[in-house]
T-cell receptor, first 117, second 110 residues
Framework: EPEVTQTPSHQVTQMGQEVILRCVPI?????FYWYRQILGQKVEFLVSFYNNEISEKSEIFDDQFSVERPDGSNFTLKIRSTKLEDSAMYFC???????????????FGDGTRLSIL | DQQVKQNSPSLSVQEGRISILNCDYT??????FLWYKKYPAEGPTFLIS?????DKNEDGRFTVFLNKSAKHLSLHIVPSQPGDSAVYFCAARRGNKLVFGAGTILRVKS
């Protein structure tokens, strides 16, 4: 069964450094998402992306964050200057037709654990 | 964000019996509800979903019930199996995003 893959599984970075988290969504999916889960807290929506632009973002997704689909298969989340509070599990997800128009579930990768020192 | 609540942090059930996981929501704009299962060190795995226009959806051992007037949904697993032991997340969709509950740890004892 096709799946969303994320790399690396664990990223350790010094505070203030830039980090890029990578995702390969399921190949025929058109909508892509990033979520995060801080230890002990709920899974939170960050951003959704369709047709090479952001379709929705949360208040968490400030100017330090950006997303990109640099080629036909990868989807990346960049944090420009990491803070201690960015430490979390980051999950990438994708779905086929886009949530507002169809009842297709979002499928998640196994996440990247980001640790900021 | 308290829009989706799972009030039971954990549930313990004997193998072969029914597991019932509950979820409450406050936002009437949610139009689609999903249950995900999560094992340690893995991402959420989609289990079953229901549209807001339905009140029941069944898939094998898993059934989701939606009570819109009460803003409540539940997941029934019958019969429960030890492999069902995991964290179960309820999620509700508004626009492009999913809003998650805090999760319920299900332990199925053999």
């Amino acid at each position: 069964e096709p799946e969303v893959t994320q790399t690396p599984s664990h990223q350790v970075t010094q505070m203030g450094q830039e980090v890029i988290l990578r995702c390969v969504p399921i190949s025929n999916h058109l909508y892509f998402y990033w979520y995060r889960q801080i230890l002990g807290q709920k899974v939170e929506f960050l951003v959704s992306f369709y047709n090479n632009e952001i379709s929705e973002k949360s208040e968490i997704f400030d100017d330090q964050f950006s997303v990109e689909r640099p080629d036909g298969s990868n989807f990346t989340l960049k944090i420009r200057s990491t803070k201690l509070e960015d430490s979390a599990m980051y999950f990438c997800a994708s779905d086929t037709q886009g949530s507002p128009y169809s009842n297709q579930p979002q499928h998640f990768g196994d996440g990247t654990r980001l640790s900021i020192l | 964000d308290q829009q989706v609540k799972q009030n039971s942090p954990s549930l313990s059930v004997q193998e072969g019996r029914i597991s019932i996981l509950n979820c409450d929501y406050t936002n009437s704009m949610f139009d689609y509800f999903l249950w995900y299962k999560k094992y340690p060190a893995e991402g959420p795995t989609f289990l079953i979903s229901i549209s807001s226009i339905k009140d029941k959806n069944e898939d094998g051992r898993f059934t989701v019930f939606l009570n819109k007037s009460a803003k409540h949904l539940s997941l029934h697993i019958v019969p429960s199996q030890p492999g069902d032991s995991a964290v179960y997340f309820c999620a509700a969709r508004r626009g492009n995003k999913l809003v998650f509950g805090a999760g319920t740890i299900l332990r199925v004892k053999s």
